[in-house]
């Protein structure tokens, strides 16, 4: 156990849908960062929030969002999704801001059906 | 100038052998090049990291070698296990203080007994 915990672990949905990941981080951990992993992209930088603040923002859809709330748990909001968002969506946190020390949790597996 | 590029994308090796994967970028202001070794179903762990000052840094069996001047860097297994079977992952830090990585593309390890 990483310490870094993902829920759900799957999820199946129809396109069009709007699906909610949620991440706790690491206790004392104040940055979250989400990844989103596919075959053919890797593992690509979507957003970086901390403590309660968006940080860094990568290649997110513009139908993507995330929010970190008080309490440093993180959720990733997907909505009209499509086919080509089936993907492994991991959070990971650290410490600090400047990401030395990242934890990923074990990721949710999202299919779009 | 934001890509980190890994080869090779697999990589097979007898049990006891060297395992070697190379990584190169461009931009000269990353400062910190984690590896991550992932397990089908998990998240990607740390294993192994080296700041650009630095040409080895050596933990266990992994080492990692830095050569700064031709911008690349690599991983090195020695006595390979089967149970280091998994992809493996470099990545750098990108520049202004985010906790930001981008990732190389994988290279698939199977240790063959």
């Known amino acids: 156990d990483s310490g870094v915990t993902q829920t759900p672990k799957h999820l199946i949905t129809a396109t069009g849908q709007r699906v909610t990941l949620r991440c706790s981080p690491r206790?004392?951990?104040?940055?979250v960062y989400w990844y989103q992993q596919s075959l053919d992209q890797g593992l690509q930088f979507l957003i970086q929030?901390?403590?309660?603040?968006?940080?860094a923002k990568g290649n997110i859809l513009e139908r993507f969002s995330a929010q970190q709330f008080p309490d440093l748990h993180s959720e990733l909001n997907l909505s009209s999704l499509e086919l080509g968002d089936s993907a492994l969506y991991f959070c990971?946190?650290?410490?600090?801001?400047?990401?030395?020390?990242?934890?990923f949790g074990s990721g949710t597996r999202l299919t779009v059906v | 100038q934001q890509q980190v590029k890994q080869s090779p994308q697999s990589l097979i090796v007898q049990k006891g052998g060297i395992s070697i994967i190379n990584c190169a970028y461009e931009?000269?202001?990353?400062?910190?090049f984690p590896w991550y070794q992932q397990f089908p179903g998990k998240g990607p762990a740390l294993l192994i990291a080296?700041?650009?000052?630095?040409s080895e840094k050596k933990e266990g069996r992994f080492t990692i070698s830095f050569n700064k001047s031709a911008k690349q860097f690599s991983l090195h297994i020695m006595d390979s296990q089967p149970g280091d079977s998994a992809t493996y992952f470099c990545?750098?830090?990108?520049?202004?203080?985010?906790?930001?990585?981008?990732f190389g593309q994988g290279t698939t390890l199977q240790v063959k007994p």
């Open positions: 990971a946190s650290s410490p600090d801001r400047g990401g030395r020390g990242y934890t």
């Open positions: 206790s004392g951990d104040l940055s």
């Open positions: 929030y901390y403590n309660g603040e968006e940080r």
């Open positions: 931009n000269t202001a990353f400062d910190y």
């Open positions: 080296i700041r650009p000052d630095v």
């Open positions: 990545a750098a830090t990108s520049p202004g203080n985010t906790g930001k990585l981008i």
